[in-house]
């Protein structure tokens, strides 16, 4: 965007001074600025000046100053600096379409669902507990990363004509540095739900609201800090292109290494979970229907996976160019449903939030006159992920409470 500012800017300038009227005006071309030349002149460009990080060809492209002008490119962009030969095929066109679509409708489903898990949670008082606030910036972290994926795809590829490895605006700069904040929240949001289930685990009788505003700071501030790192190095060491490259290790890294450090974590945190339940199914108390509530417990726990992104530890001290194939499958195909898996779990397939929109439901149709069966009936006779867990911790017949 600067080199196209300063090229309207020369132009401006000539059109001011009646002395560089004649020969050939500067023009800028969407890829270089060709500055004033006299008529007869011959201008010629080498690939290698034109795109320093793109190609590595020696060609050069050559522009006439002609009386009426200058002449076409000679040869074309495309032809001198051998992009031609680094096209996709019309298969590998087709297939990252249809990729494309499929994650578009994975996040817009995810979307739609985590807006509606919001709404269920804010609207209604008696889900306004510390366990439901962290959910909500979870979904609300789901949220960011989806509509970042929407922003950034409408501005690099808006015109499907532009390749958008060339583009260097601001506009678009801002998307991709939205897209960075979005990923580090989540994932930081997902280290908050771990260490929270760690922490109901571990500290059963203590008051959890008072670690709430730290989570706040892990989850929102952390990724903060990070970004405005990062967005000062591209912008002081490398502004070129729209910031989406990780040919820079060093600036990538910047990124790349928190999100790492959160996935180690909850990963140590998920095998905490996993052997503490181990523990108590093989606990001498366990027994009766304990056991097969337990087991519940245990299948419940194979959820966490998602939750937690642990499976995203495959790839996350390997290379950006290794298994890029299957990266997309899991980072976009499947990573696009992560939203709408978390607000399933969390919210839809929630045995309190069923029983408050039943209850609800039975107000409205029964116009404030409750059932005897209903009035008979447990507020909560299901509980969520979490509160399946924490209830090992707590007497036999205690109902789970939200308001910790």
Request: charged share 20%; glycine share 6%.
């Amino acid at each position: 965007m600067k080199a196209q500012e300063l090229c309207m800017q020369m132009r401006r300038r000539e059109a001011r001074n009646r002395t560089t009227r004649t020969g050939c005006r500067t023009e800028w071309d969407e890829i270089r600025c060709w500055h004033r030349e006299d008529a007869g002149q011959v201008v010629n460009v080498s690939c290698s000046e034109i795109f320093q990080h793109f190609s590595s060809s020696r060609g050069y492209i050559s522009r006439n100053c002609t009386a009426d002008g200058w002449t076409d490119l000679q040869p074309s962009y495309e032809e001198a600096c051998d992009f031609s030969k680094g096209l996709e095929p019309e298969s590998e066109v087709a297939y990252l379409s249809t990729f494309r679509h499929v994650y578009t409708a994975g996040y817009a489903t995810s979307l739609v669902s985590l807006i509606t898990a919001v709404f269920m949670f804010i609207a209604f008082r008696k889900f306004h507990c510390t366990r439901n606030y962290i959910h909500i910036n979870l979904f609300a972290s789901f949220i960011l990363r989806a509509s970042s994926v929407f922003i950034k795809d409408a501005v690099l590829f808006a015109d499907e004509n532009l390749d958008h490895c060339f583009m260097s605006t601001s506009s678009c700069k801002c998307a991709v540095a939205f897209f960075q904040f979005s990923i580090l929240a989540n994932y930081f949001w997902l280290l908050v739900e771990g260490m929270y289930l760690q922490t109901l685990l571990a500290l059963t009788f203590v008051s959890h609201r008072k670690y709430f505003w730290w989570y706040v700071v892990i989850g929102w501030g952390v990724p903060s800090a990070v970004l405005t790192v990062w967005v000062l190095t591209r912008y002081l060491y490398d502004d070129r292109g729209c910031w989406d490259d990780t040919e820079n290790v060093a600036i990538w890294w910047i990124i790349k290494a928190p999100i790492t450090t959160s996935l180690f974590v909850n990963f140590i945190i998920f095998i905490n979970v996993i052997r503490i339940l181990v523990q108590k199914l093989r606990s001498p108390a366990a027994g009766g229907n304990d056991v097969g509530h337990f087991m519940r417990l245990a299948k419940s726990t194979l959820f966490l996976i998602p939750l937690f992104g642990t499976h995203y530890m495959v790839f996350a001290f390997l290379p950006e160019t290794m298994g890029e194939s299957a990266r997309l499958y899991i980072e976009l195909g499947l990573g696009s449903f992560q939203g709408f898996v978390v607000a399933l779990l969390y919210c839809f397939l929630n045995g309190e939030v069923q029983a408050e929109m039943r209850r609800r439901l039975s107000k409205w149709q029964m116009s404030g006159r409750p059932s005897p069966a209903e009035r008979r009936k447990p507020p909560f006779p299901d509980s969520s992920l979490i509160s399946q867990v924490t209830v090992l911790d707590k007497p036999v017949g205690s109902e789970p409470i939200c308001g910790i």
